[in-house]
C-alpha cells in the first residue's frame, strides 16, 4: 500500500519581492507565459528599450520552469554531427556554437546580476550502463572535443568514485554544465526583467490573441486586454488552444521527480563533488544532491496526472537499484511537471503570422536554452532579423495524427522499461 498522494517539489524561492503591474496603453511586445523563456526575453526586450507586458496563467515558474531538475546542460539532445547534417555546415555550426554557450549564460547571468539562486558550476555525468550506451558516449565526447569543449570521458571506477552509485560501465562528464535551484532561478529572472521595467501580472490566463489592424489584441480570463505590435507565446509544453497548432506541434510527457531527506553525512560519498548525474537507459532517470543534501532524482512518469504515490514507485526503485546503501532512507518530495518534446528532438521556433513568435519543445534540456534564447528572441521581436536568431524560423505544423501518436509514446515507454529492466 502506497500513502496518500501529497505532491510537493523540493524547491524553495527566495523572499524577495516582485512588483507586479500591468501596461496602461499599447505596448512593443507582450510575452505570454513566465518562465524562463517568457522572463528571459521580456529582459532582454525591456533592456533594449522596448515597453512589454509578460502575462501568466498561474504563478512564476508555474510551467516547468518551476519544478525542473536544475540540470544546466549545454547542448541539445542531438549531437554536433547531427546538427550539421540536419542544418547544413553555415546554420548548423552557428546552432553548435549557440548551444555550447547556454549553460556559460545561466551562469554568467546569476553572477553579473546578482541573482539569489543556490548554484554549483561542477559538471554533468552521463553515465553508461551497457557497452552500447558507452559507444554513445565515447561518439558525444569525441563530437564535443572537436569543438573545443571542457568534456572528457570516464571509466567505471571514475563513475563510481564520482556519483557512489553502482553498476555503470563508464560515462562522460561536461564540465561546462551545473546544478541551479529552478524555482530561484526563475523567480530571480522575474525580478530582474520587472526591475528593467517589464510589466507582469500573474493568474491571468490569456484566452485569444487575435490581429487588429497593425496590432495584436491579447485578451486575457480577467477581462483585462491590450494591444502590442509583436507577441511571444512562451508557453511551450503548457501550450493549448490560444495557437492553432502549436500544442498538436509538440508531444509533452510527465516527468517526475522524488527528494530523499536531507542525507546523514554517512551517505557524503554520493555524488561528493555535486555534479548532476542522467543515465543512458531509455527511460533515463537523473539526479543530483539539492543544497540541503538531498538526492533529487527524476525520471518518466505515466502520460497522465498521478493517482497515487505508487505512480512514483518506479523512481524508488531506480534509487534503490543505484542507490541500495539508501534502503531505510525516507522520500520526503514527491512532484512532477511536464516536458515538450517534437519529432526530430530539436527545439523549434515559429512565427505562424508576422509578429506572433513562439520558441519550443526543449526535450527536457530547457534551463540553458530558454533562458539563452531570451537575448536572441528579444533581438529579433525588436529588430525582425532572422540572422539574430540561433535556429531557423520553422514551419509550425501539427503532428499528423496527434492524439494517438500520445498513445504510442505510452506504449514505447512501456516497452523501453522492458528492455532497461533487462539490461539490453
Ligand atoms: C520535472 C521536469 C524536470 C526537468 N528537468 C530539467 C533539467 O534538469 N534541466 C533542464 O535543462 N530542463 C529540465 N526540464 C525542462 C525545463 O524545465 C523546460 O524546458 C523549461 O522550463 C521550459 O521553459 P519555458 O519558459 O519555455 O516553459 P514553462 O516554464 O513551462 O513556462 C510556460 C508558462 O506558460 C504559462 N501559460 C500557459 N498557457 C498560458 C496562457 N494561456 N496564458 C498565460 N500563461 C500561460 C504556464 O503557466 C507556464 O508558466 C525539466 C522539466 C520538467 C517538467
Known amino acids: 500500500m502506497h500513502p496518500p498522494i501529497s505532491v510537493s517539489s523540493v524547491w524553495r524561492r527566495p523572499v524577495s519581492p516582485i512588483l507586479c503591474r500591468f501596461a496602461d496603453g499599447d505596448v512593443d511586445l507582450v510575452v505570454i507565459g513566465a518562465g524562463y523563456q517568457g522572463l528571459s526575453t521580456a529582459l532582454h526586450a525591456a533592456r533594449a528599450g522596448l515597453t512589454v507586458q509578460v502575462i501568466e496563467a498561474g504563478d512564476i ?73 558507452m559507444e554513445a558516449v565515447v561518439q558525444r565526447n569525441r563530437q564535443w572535443r572537436v569543438q573545443g569543449a571542457d568534456v572528457a570521458l570516464l571509466n567505471g571506477a571514475d563513475v563510481a568514485l564520482l556519483t557512489g552509485a553502482e553498476g555503470y560501465r563508464g560515462g562522460f562528464i561536461d564540465r561546462r554544465a551545473g546544478v541551479v535551484n529552478p524555482l530561484a532561478l526563475v523567480h530571480e529572472l522575474a525580478r530582474v526583467a520587472t526591475e528593467a521595467g517589464a510589466g507582469l501580472v500573474l493568474h491571468d490566463p490569456v484566452t485569444a490573441v487575435r490581429r487588429e489592424g497593425s496590432f495584436w489584441r491579447v485578451d486575457a480570463r ?31 510527457l510527465h516527468s517526475f521527480q522524488i527528494a530523499t531527506e536531507p542525507l546523514p553525512a554517512e551517505f557524503d560519498f554520493i555524488l561528493p563533488s555535486g ?53 531505510k532512507v525516507r522520500i520526503e518530495h514527491r512532484w512532477f511537471g511536464r516536458v515538450a518534446m517534437t519529432q526530430d528532438y530539436l527545439p523549434h521556433i515559429h512565427e505562424p503570422a508576422p509578429g506572433l513568435v513562439m520558441a519550443a ?11 539563452a534564447l531570451g537575448k536572441p528572441l528579444a533581438q529579433y521581436l525588436a529588430g525582425g532579423n532572422p540572422d539574430a536568431l540561433p535556429l531557423p524560423i520553422s514551419p509550425l505544423r501539427a503532428i499528423p495524427l496527434h492524439r494517438f501518436r500520445r498513445l504510442g509514446v505510452a506504449a514505447h515507454i512501456a516497452w523501453y522499461r522492458l528492455l532497461d529492466g533487462l539490461g539490453r
Open 361 to 371: 519543445g526543449c526535450q527536457g534540456r530547457g534551463i540553458g536554452l530558454m533562458v
Open 222 to 252: 480577467s477581462g483585462r486586454s491590450l494591444r502590442a505590435r509583436k507577441v511571444l507565446v512562451a508557453t511551450n509544453a503548457h501550450s493549448q488552444g490560444l495557437v492553432p497548432n502549436l500544442a498538436e506541434s509538440l508531444v509533452w
Open 275 to 327: 555534479q548532476a548525474v542522467s543515465d543512458s537507459r531509455r527511460i533515463l532517470v537523473y539526479y543530483r544532491r539539492s543544497p540541503d543534501g538531498r538526492l533529487v532524482l527524476g525520471g518518466r512518469g505515466p502520460m497522465r496526472a498521478p493517482r497515487s504515490a505508487g505512480d512514483w514507485a518506479p523512481l524508488e526503485q531506480a534509487l534503490h537499484r543505484l542507490f541500495p546503501m539508501l534502503g
Open 61 to 133: 515558474g508555474g510551467g516547468a520552469s518551476g519544478v525542473n531538475g536544475g540540470q544546466v546542460i549545454p547542448g541539445l539532445k542531438q549531437d554536433p554531427e547531427t546538427l550539421i547534417v540536419e542544418f547544413g555546415l553555415e546554420a548548423g555550426e552557428r546552432l553548435i556554437e549557440f548551444s555550447a554557450g547556454t549553460a556559460d549564460v545561466v551562469f554568467d547571468l546569476i553572477a553579473r546580476e546578482g541573482l539569489d539562486v543556490e548554484h554549483m558550476r561542477c559538471g554533468w555525468i552521463q553515465a553508461a550502463h551497457t557497452d552500447m550506451a
